[in-house]
């Protein structure tokens, strides 16, 4: 069972700015960020998320369901090469999600004015 998770207010941020290019569902627009912080999970420094946390929104449980769950978890078992117990999966979880975030707000900012953001976010 995943323990709450959060935001902070610039991920926030970077999520609605995300939200409105990509006009999508929010559960989706963090499914996505998800998806990217696992995709460049060796860039992802766990100490250093845990020491800059800063909680502003929570991320509504109800937005991973339990079958999306099971598969982020082994793909993040598979990164780790281990299993971890559910306390610190919520962590690598909740920073992964904001790992992806950071990616997604960058890609975002750097793309030309002719550039799907969509394409962007899947080349890499």
């Excluded at 800063?54 to 079958?67: A, D, G, L, R, T």
Aim: with cysteine.
């Amino acid at each position: 069972m995943i323990k709450r998770m959060y935001l902070s207010k610039d991920k926030k941020e970077i999520l609605e700015k995300i939200l409105n290019e990509l006009e999508i569902e929010r559960a989706f627009c963090i499914k996505i960020a998800l998806a990217k912080g696992i995709e460049n999970f060796k860039a992802f420094d766990i100490a250093t998320f845990k020491s800059n946390r800063v909680n502003h929104w929570e991320i509504p449980k109800s937005i991973i369901s339990n079958e999306e769950l099971l598969l982020f978890q082994h793909l993040i078992f598979n990164e780790l090469s281990k299993s971890i117990p559910d306390d610190e999966l919520s962590i690598y979880l909740n920073g992964l999600i904001d790992h992806g975030l950071s990616i997604l707000g960058k890609k975002s900012a750097e793309k030309n004015s002719l550039e799907d953001f969509r394409i962007s976010i899947l080349s890499d």
